[in-house]
């Protein structure tokens, strides 16, 4: 069937730093966009990042633009997110997601694209 575990997340202060990973098992893709989303209670899953097959391409919300680095490894089918600069209002659970069609044929920061989601891992940034 094929899975996404995530983990890297916990408790940061403002302005640290947090490595989420996803890795991806069960399932092969010749071309792919692998996402993160991260919601709080209340709230409609945002997309954060996205990245394209071979990391030809990425995206970016323009709330994490310059403070977040999406990358991914395909010999490992592991996606990565580099989030510097923590702030307060990125506390939320976040979310790996993953499509079996390049970023460029879908919308990629888009919940509703994508068909296989991670259990999602908790980020608490503290002021």
């Known amino acids: 069937q094929g899975q996404l575990v995530e983990s890297g997340g916990g408790s940061v202060q403002a302005g640290g730093s947090l490595r989420l990973s996803c890795v991806g098992s069960?399932?092969?893709?010749?071309?792919?966009?692998m996402a993160w989303f991260r919601q709080v209670p209340g709230k409609e899953r945002e997309g954060v990042a996205a990245?394209?097959?071979?990391?030809?391409?990425?995206y970016y919300s323009d709330s994490v633009k310059g403070r977040f680095t999406i990358s991914q490894d395909s010999a490992k089918n592991t996606a990565y997110l580099q989030m510097n600069s923590l702030k307060p209002e990125d506390t939320a659970v976040y979310y790996c997601a993953a499509r079996g069609r390049d970023c460029r044929d879908i919308q990629p920061l888009r919940a509703l694209a994508y068909s296989r989601w991670g259990q999602g891992t908790q980020v608490t940034v503290s002021s």
């Open positions: 069960g399932y092969t893709y010749s071309r792919y966009c």
């Open positions: 990245i394209s097959t071979g990391g030809v391409s990425t």
